[in-house]
């Protein structure tokens, strides 16, 4: 514990990073205005170190987890991609970024120019009528669909009790059911990864409220029986939402509406320029078609003749307000940049650059690992690792040997209808030249699991943090460092 106490202290009595100038305001006596039990008795204990050592310290913390700055992070459906700098430098700007919710509607005309024509791109892009950017996760825009779909049938006289999803659903998909006062119905896959329509068939009825699809889907597939979904649905009285978590591969190309959905949410955080992982931030708009637009919350970003901007908020048809002030504005902020940087074309772009990117890999990937289902894919794709497996190593050592690599690794064993599921996503920021390296350092883990799969089963070797052993770190939980020099 010694040893670690020297890597970790850096502080040296009497050495200064910065040295600030004495400043100009009147002393105060604290002992005159603070009670007396809680003045100091002796001076705090502040690290006295160089700004060099300062830096260097960040920079290593930094790098000692993965990022997408860092290098490649495939995560299957969750899009990490870059993001570019220039939208956080936006983003920051202090008519942004000192901006008060509070603020009277006067003096923040810029911000809800931006948020009403934000509302107006996300229309464009999904073909829906009209949009709400309160919500700030996608999780919390199923929740909002939900409750906007509970209240259309509400005002119909009609008590439904189900909500269908694929068995290969997010797992927010069921949560945001349950918490919208519905019970999920799963539908099964066919053959070919898509919704087994004869399933479907056999579940839809008049106590259905509505559908939640994934497109494309987990699997990274185009469900090309939309219209037919969409009609079953619609002919028994329900309502269409889709999940836009992998809008990802659809913008420019083809609309929510066109298809048939009803409700869409969208993950500005994924699809359109914010950081993402770790949680946070995030933002996951809702935009609706026309009958459904009175159901949106509250308030909403009006524009009067005279070209100002205002709150709404008399809206006798609302659900309610869903967030604190009107959402996660520096999202919104990047977001906005992001579009207008782009332009039609060059979302276009965006899309078919992560759907070629994905096929690629898929193609290099065919022969040393088992795909499920092999025809052409849009984002994302989902190999299986049952022939490596079948040699004694699991996906999870896949994935840990990855790390050593250099990599993040994929997500695992999602969606849980493919046995030793590893779902991979490139999008489009990455280059030919990465995808390369990628795919040489799968095949080497490949080769390495045929000749010495043992040394699979060590990985990770070179990262801060070596294998651990996870069941035991489950039994025995310890969250907090603790200092056990003394």
Known sequence: MAENKVIFEKSVPGRWGVILPESAAPQIKLSDNIAQELLRSSPAELPEVTEPQVVRHYVNLSVKNHHIDKDFYPLGSCTMKYNPKINDALAALPGFSTIHPLQGEENCQGALHIMFELSRMLQKITGMADCTLQPSAGSQGEFVGLLIMKKYHEQKGEDRKYIIIPETAHGTNPASVVLGGYQPLEVKSDNRGRVDMDDLRSKVNENVAGMMLTQPNTLGLFEDSIEEIASLIHDAGGLMYMDGANLNALVGLCRSADMGFDITHINLHKTFSTPHGGGGPGSGPIAVVDHL???????????????????????????????????????????????????????????????????????????????????????????????????????????????DHGFHAPTIYFPNNVPEAMMIEPTESETRETLDRFVSSMLEINESINTNPESIKQCPVNTPVSRLDETKANRELNLRWKNDLS
Not at 296 to 311: E, F, I, M, S, T
Not at 319 to 333: D, E, K, M
Not at 387 to 395: A, N
């Open 293 to 403: 637009s009175k159901f949106l919350p509250v308030p909403r970003v009006a524009k009067q003749d005279n070209g100002q901007y205002y709150l709404q908020k008399n809206c006798p048809d609302s659900i309610g307000q869903v967030h604190s002030f009107y959402g996660n504005f520096s999202i919104l902020v990047r977001a906005y940049v992001y579009i207008k940087m782009l332009g039609d074309e060059g979302l276009k772009k965006m899309s078919r650059q992560a759907i070629i990117n994905a096929n690629y890999l898929k193609h290099q990937l065919k022969d040393a690992f088992h795909i499920p289902f092999p025809e052409g894919t849009l984002h994302e794709f989902v190999v299986s690792g049952v022939k490596q497996k079948e040699k004694g190593v699991k996906v999870l050592d896949i994935a840990k040997a990855l790390l």
